[in-house]
């Protein structure tokens, strides 16, 4: 639910139910009391804390039971990498709870992780930079040193830095390996222009809807604080080829670089969600988290227009307002 530096999806999901249904009963989940969406007026009706996925899968599923008791819902949309992995082999434990989800299986999520995506990018002929997985910081520094510096050092889940000799790797995975553990990826950096294509699969290997964008501004974290709406044929044909491929159910980002070397696209992530940016299309009338509510519920979603070419947005920062009793009340909650 964070929407401030580093965004998460959360936020842009629910304000994108409320355009589609404005009283839609939402029950938000949050890892702190700071999560700036929390306090959006077109955020849920209500926040419950949790505890982050490292505490494992008896305490969150523990957690959730507290939740639903409290706030009863019917559907959980996780919305961070770290989540999906963990509930992608628990549906039928959530069922028990009275909470269904529609996730990738867990087999799947491993085939298209980081670590696994040359492997998956081979099997469907898409081409990918230099790939190698360390599993600790001396084996990191080993490929490092056989692929040439700079390179970028990445977590299985999150954080990606640019590392340009042995102690960067060092001190980049040393961070990771504390904050997430093993393994850390050492990767070949493309050098090119980034590109980002989301969408919803329909599970058979075709797509209900997606939309790609090039980069314009690219944070310090690497994240994309502008995109521009585009319509490339080839990046299209590799999407489709890869969501072919893996039968992708539901939503997905990947990220893409155009090599300047060759003009070709490498596939840098798949990521087994909507990015941040997924409440851009809709404001031109392609609204893909409502699409993936209907699809979650019926097996089935409205027609998703291709946002036009050209569109463009900048994020930019606004400020919330709350009380301090909302605060004081998350802070307070049980989080196992």
């Not at 929390?38 to 939740?67: F, K, N, S, W």
């Not at 084996?139 to 830095?161: C, I, L, N, Q, T």
């Not at 409440?279 to 089935?300: C, D, I, Q, T, Y």
Request: with cysteine; proline share 7%; glycine share 10%.
């Amino acid at each position: 639910m964070h929407r401030g530096d580093n965004p998460q999806p959360g936020g842009s999901i629910v304000a994108d139910i409320r355009r589609e249904w404005p009283d839609a009963e939402v029950v938000g989940l949050v890892y702190n009391a700071y999560e700036s969406a929390i306090y959006a007026a077109d955020g849920p009706q209500v926040c419950h804390t949790m505890p982050y996925p490292t505490a494992g899968l008896p305490i969150y599923l523990e957690r959730l039971a507290e939740v639903r008791a409290a706030t009863p819902f019917d559907w959980l949309i996780p919305t961070l990498d770290a989540e999906i992995t963990m509930l992608a082999g628990a549906t039928e434990r959530l069922a028990a709870l009275g909470i269904q989800v529609r996730l990738p299986s867990a087999g799947l999520l491993a085939r298209c992780g980081k670590a696994k995506l040359p492997a998956l990018a081979e099997s469907c002929g898409v081409e990918v930079p230099e790939t190698a997985v360390a599993r600790d910081l001396s084996e990191a520094m080993e490929h490092a040193g056989r692929m040439g510096y700079p390179v970028f050092v990445k977590g299985a889940f999150y954080d990606a830095s640019l590392a340009r000799d042995a102690a960067a790797v060092a001190a980049a995975g040393g961070a990771i390996l504390a904050d997430w553990g093993p393994p850390l990826i050492i990767q070949e950096p493309s050098v090119g222009t980034e590109f980002n294509v989301m969408g919803i699969g329909d599970g058979d290997g075709g797509l209900l809807g997606y939309c790609a964008v090039r980069k314009l501004i690219i944070s310090d974290k690497g994240k994309g604080n502008g995109s521009v709406v585009v319509q490339d044929p080839r990046l299209d044909e590799i999407t489709r080829r890869v969501i072919a491929h893996t039968r992708w159910p539901g939503p997905f980002e990947l990220e893409f670089v155009r090599d300047a070397r060759d003009d070709g696209y490498r596939l840098i992530e798949i990521n087994p969600r909507f990015p941040a940016w997924v409440g851009f299309p809709a404001l031109s009338g392609a609204n893909f988290s409502a699409a993936a509510v209907e699809w979650m519920v019926s097996g089935r979603c409205r027609e998703l227009p291709l946002p036009e070419p050209g569109t463009f947005f900048l994020r930019h920062q606004i400020e919330v307002c709350g009380r301090m009793d909302q605060i004081s009340g998350l802070l307070v909650q049980h989080v196992g």
